[in-house]
């Protein structure tokens, strides 16, 4: 199998346990939520509590799906239908709508991570992004840590200065973005 075509070979495999009630986590998480949209997150995630949790971190960035915009009272109608409809779509996707959504800098500098290898040396990535588009990667490589979740290693600069994208899906998302043509609109 030649590399071009080892996609047609692979299959993704959700090889993560349901869990019989993720309920606790998302009522921790967002305590307003009416007990009809808990139960439909919930269904819709189906007890994959990897799943829920990126829908959960999507949910967290967005209070204007919440009354008020505060993430603790209940979803506005809106808001419920914005949610539901992120919890049908796969986990990858999920993802992709997460890391869509982050500010543009840090995208850039996820990407520009990405194309060293699921590990990258901060420093380089760094160097990558002043040549092209002149301006530092490091504050956004670090809230790609920090506020985001996408990477880790990179607050701690003990480790050679070598980041890693926090999970496989993450480093997926970067890749998609940025070979689905996302990132030259």
């Not at 990667?137 to 790609?144: K, Q, S, V, Y």
Request: with cysteine; aromatic share 8%; hydrophobic share 40%.
């Amino acid at each position: 199998v030649t590399p071009t075509d080892i996609s047609s070979v692979l299959c993704r495999l959700d090889l993560s346990t349901p869990v019989d009630d993720l309920s606790v986590a998302l009522v921790e998480s967002f305590p307003g939520l009416s007990e009809n949209d808990a139960s439909s997150i919930l269904k819709k995630c189906g007890g994959n509590p990897r799943k829920l949790e990126q829908v959960l971190a999507r949910m967290q960035r967005k209070p204007r799906w919440f009354d008020g915009g505060d993430v603790k009272r209940p979803l506005t109608a809106a808001g419920s239908q914005a949610v539901l409809a992120l919890a049908e779509l796969d986990i990858d996707e999920v993802v992709l709508d997460r890391f869509s959504d982050t500010p543009e800098e840090v995208r850039r500098a996820l990407i520009c991570a990405a194309i060293m290898g699921n590990s990258f040396v901060c420093e380089l990535v760094e160097q990558l992004v002043w040549a092209q588009f002149d301006i530092g990667a490091r504050n956004f490589l670090e809230e790609g840590e920090h506020r985001y979740r996408f990477l880790r290693n990179v607050l701690d600069r003990s480790s050679n200065d070598v980041g890693e994208f926090n999970e496989q899906l993450f480093f997926e998302a970067a890749n998609e973005y940025l070979n689905s043509g996302l990132a030259h609109q």
